[in-house]
């Protein structure tokens, strides 16, 4: 079955260090994006890519690094300069914005990364 | 730019209670609606659509209808269970967008 694969689902993270959230779909979609959720709030935008090797900050995205490579992998490394990383990461995919506009995204299941 | 309003919580029901989540928008244009649910501990997964005005999404007991004339798309089950504990989220995609917008959630809590 299609669908987006998140890894690891746990991540622990020292200070200083820098970690790589994966992100792979095979959904054929075009369209890739990574939000940050804080416990009991809302989704804040990251990163998003509308096509393979190219992307474009989202609202928060200081302190968080993207590439595009490949159109199935969308990889985020949260930084040592990310402050406070400690939150739920989501990423979601579209079959690009046209369609998005009739079938919305598809969510992988989360990864959540913890400062220790 | 495009923006979603819905109700805060968190909202607690018995079970077999009814439920109702508002939700409003702004938009240009003429967007397609959204609701996802989020289980604990999980991603968020659509629960209904609509993409046009008086379109009426359904799914698992819950509906809502796109209302133009009052810019909303309320969330309403009749009789809720235990399982529809989870944070319900409200999004909206503008003709012209490359994204989802998203409301900031509503959580729900049903007890037995």
């Known amino acids: 079955d299609g669908g987006i694969t998140q890894s690891p689902k746990y991540l622990f993270r020292k200070e200083g260090q820098n970690v790589t959230l994966s992100c792979e779909q095979n959904?054929?979609?075009?369209?890739m994006y990574w939000y940050r959720q804080d416990p009991g709030q809302g989704l804040r935008l990251i990163y998003y890519?509308?096509?393979?090797?190219?992307?474009q900050k989202g609202d928060i995205a200081e302190g968080y690094s993207v590439s595009r490579e490949k159109k199935e992998s969308f990889p985020l490394t949260v930084t040592s300069a990310q402050k406070n990383p400690t939150a739920f990461y989501l990423c979601?995919?579209?079959?690009?914005?046209?369609?998005?506009?009739?079938?919305?995204?598809?969510f992988g299941s989360g990864t959540r990364l913890t400062v220790v | 730019g495009d923006s979603v309003t819905q109700m805060e919580g968190p909202v607690t029901l018995s079970e077999e209670a009814c439920l109702t989540i508002n939700c409003t928008y702004t938009a240009t244009g003429y967007p397609s609606l959204f609701w996802y649910v989020q289980y604990p501990g999980e991603g968020l997964q659509l629960l209904l659509k609509a993409t046009k005005a008086d379109d009426k999404g359904s799914n698992k007991g819950f509906e809502a209808t796109y209302r133009k004339e009052t810019t909303s798309f309320h969330l309403e089950k009749g009789s809720v269970q235990v399982s529809d504990s989870a944070v319900y989220f409200c999004?909206?995609?503008?003709?012209?967008?490359?994204?989802?917008?998203f409301g900031a959630g509503t959580t729900v809590t049903v007890r037995a």
């Open positions: 999004a909206l995609w503008g003709p012209n967008d490359y994204k989802l917008s």
């Open positions: 959904l054929n979609h075009d369209a």
């Open positions: 979601a995919s579209s079959i690009d914005p046209p369609t998005g506009f009739v079938y919305g995204y598809t």
């Open positions: 890519s509308q096509i393979v090797n190219d992307f």
